[in-house]
């Protein structure tokens, strides 16, 4: 068996390479999540390479986009079907391997993601998701993490402090980010821009932290394991990382955020990881299977997940068809007396889809009594109740939007 630290160079290796032949992107957050990245993939996360859709598959959303060739180059190495090809044309038109992932669950991309932030706030909804459709269905069918990697930038942005407020007040207990905490964006080191106290932020609005070395692979083994533990607050493992890790002169600077190492430092680089200099896409023996194996956890899971699925009743059958299934309904036009306005009409149109579709869930930002965005019959979607189909998301419009794409992207559901 290799070592995890050769696995974690080759992720390096592929992702500066991927850049450098596009002659454009981004190597420097691939090297400094590498490490983390590689616990998470081959300790924690259940997924099946086999069968990305899975429906009770862990859900993974990389938020800070731009880092895309650490995903591709996770899931070509875990056997998904990104192949070494779609590595090489990374960044060309028409490849599966843009700059930014785009959606393609069927190759475990599970949303895209490159405006920061929005992607936090994705993953916020999928975690809601999950919440609802257990209290749903029960543990047995549903039972799985959402997890993330976020960026400075991502934790800048608004959208991630509304999201992180009502993910916080939900109490989601099942949700985990990593923050690559390298101090540098594009401008600079973070003390120009962004200085505040991240873990106190988070902490207040009611999530478990922990903050890691993020090249200490057994600190974030534990800090995982942590995370895991905390069942009644989402968590942010807060890891010190090095952008561009493992290049000899860019390393933490801004330089290697968004342009190719060269081909000098990229030299430079692989001889200090023991690659050689010149061979691009390097995979040394033993690494597919190395991550193969770490599928298996996820492959098992599913194993037994299919193996329970398939004992359900014919009445639990017919109820999981009508979430995750296509559903056809015939909507009848509501009868009013007299004038009605146009929200209030919908309103009662809302409540006939919800009569139909049970999947159907929404929500208002503060403001029900107005847009009438609500079930009728139903309860709200709180710590409490977590089958309450009226999500109540707070004067917090930005993250209800990315929210809803969460809850949609899971599946099961139709927000
Ligand atoms: C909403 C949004 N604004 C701006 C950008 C452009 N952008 C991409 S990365 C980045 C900041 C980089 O800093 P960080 O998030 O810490 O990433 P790192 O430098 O660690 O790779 C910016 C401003 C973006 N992708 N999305």
């Known amino acids: 068996m290799i070592t995890e630290q050769l696995a974690v160079s080759t992720i390096k290796g592929l992702a500066i390479d991927g850049v450098q032949k596009a002659n454009s992107g981004h190597p420097g957050a691939p090297m400094g999540m590498a490490d983390f990245a590689t616990v998470l993939w081959t300790k924690f996360l259940n997924v099946d390479p086999d069968d990305p859709t899975w429906p009770d598959r862990d859900r993974f959303v990389l938020s800070n986009g731009h880092a895309s060739m650490l995903l591709y180059s996770l899931l070509h190495l875990s056997g998904f079907p990104v192949t070494m090809e779609d590595l090489r044309q990374f960044r060309q038109w028409g490849s599966h391997t843009a700059g930014h992932p785009e959606i393609a669950q069927a190759r475990g991309i599970e949303m895209t993601t490159g405006p920061l932030g929005q992607g936090f706030a994705t993953a916020v909804g999928m975690a809601i998701a999950e919440e609802h459709l257990r209290a749903v269905f029960g543990p047995e069918l549903v039972n799985h993490r959402t997890w ?116 000098e430092e990229l030299r430079a680089t692989k001889e200090l990881m023991g690659f050689p200099p010149d061979e691009p896409f390097y995979v040394p023996d033993g690494v597919y299977e190395f991550f193969s194996k770490a599928m298996d956890r996820g492959r098992a899971a599913h194993a037994a997940w299919e193996e329970r699925f398939g004992r359900i009743d014919a009445a639990t059958s017919e109820r999981w068809a009508g979430y995750f299934g296509a559903v056809s309904v015939r909507l009848e036009a509501p009868e009013f007396d007299g004038k009605i306005a146009t929200r209030a009409a919908a309103g009662k149109v809302f409540d006939q889809i919800a009569e139909k579709v049970p999947g159907f869930i929404g929500g208002a930002a503060d403001l029900v009594a107005s847009t009438k965005t609500a079930i009728s019959f139903s309860g709200g979607f709180s710590k409490e109740d977590r089958a309450g189909r009226n999500i109540h998301y707070g004067i917090r419009e930005h993250a209800m939007g990315a929210i809803t794409n969460g809850l949609a992207v899971h599946g099961g559901l139709r927000p």
């Open 148 to 263: 993330g990697f976020v960026s400075d930038g991502d934790l800048m942005e608004g959208i991630s402090a509304e999201a992180a407020s009502l993910a916080g007040h939900l109490g989601l207990g099942k949700l985990t980010f990593y923050y690559d905490d390298n101090h540098i964006t594009i401008d600079g080191n973070t003390s120009i821009t962004f200085t505040e106290d991240v873990a106190g932020r988070f902490a207040a609005a009611g999530w478990h932290t922990v903050s890691v070395d993020g090249h200490d692979r057994v600190a974030i083994e534990e800090a995982t394991r942590e995370a895991l533990v905390v069942a009644d607050r989402p968590s942010l493992i807060i890891a010190r990382t090095h952008i561009g890790n493992g290049a000899p002169t860019k390393h933490d600077t801004p330089g290697v955020h968004g342009s190719p190492l060269g081909e």
